[in-house]
């Protein structure tokens, strides 16, 4: 059982991997299955997590089994589902609007809260942090490498912020420019930005080599062990 088990995994692999390939000679009916299968499993793996893990312990659940005064405080997101439902239908729609509304302010808290917290904060004491002599002696690294490097970053954290300065004023043809000091403060920036972004573009690559080199390594291990 355990063979067959295997086996049948190693032949859907083999066979997705060659469906998800065959993208290479342009897009074709057997990339399409290959792409609707994959989002079609993933829909429903999610929606089995969903139902699973959120509504039924958090909502159906209490609603069956727990006191009054702890049901009593389930009307709100109660409520939310039913509005959100009445989106599927045109006429009622607009019901929907009040719960969408209100997952789309708190999305937009919580994305403002992270990038504070997860973003800007971490960066601003990373700058500071820079500057740290106690810490630099005790890795033995002198003052002008720990004064030079500190300078780097800050001058890159502030360049980088300027960049996203968007104050201009009107020449005399309409259009727009900054001040002369601030448009090249940004032009330093963009270098800043520009070394980021290759970076992390390298890293992207990197790893999606490095997946397609599992990819096919793992084609030839299945044809080898097969036949």
Sequence with gaps: MVLSADLITGVLSFLFTL?????????NPL???GV????????????AVVFWQVIWPRLIYPLIFESISERGLLIV????????????SPRLANLG??????LVGVGAAVTIAGALTGTLIPQVLG????????AASAHNINSFEVIFSGAFILAGTIF???YFHFGARPKADGSMQRFGMLE????VGSIFIAITLGAVFAGVYAAALTALIERIASLFNFIGNFF
């Design 160 to 162: 980088t912020l300027i």
């Design 19 to 27: 469906l998800i390939f065959s993208y290479l000679l342009g897009d």
């Design 97 to 102: 609007r009040i719960a969408m509304a209100f």
């Design 127 to 134: 700058t500071i942090n820079a500057f740290d002599m106690v």
């Design 31 to 33: 990339f399409r299955i």
């Design 184 to 187: 090249i403060f940004a032009w």
């Design 36 to 47: 609707y299968i994959f989002v079609g499993v993933s829909s429903g793996y999610i929606a």
């Design 77 to 88: 997101p109660l409520l939310g589902s039913v509005l959100i439902f009445m989106k599927i």
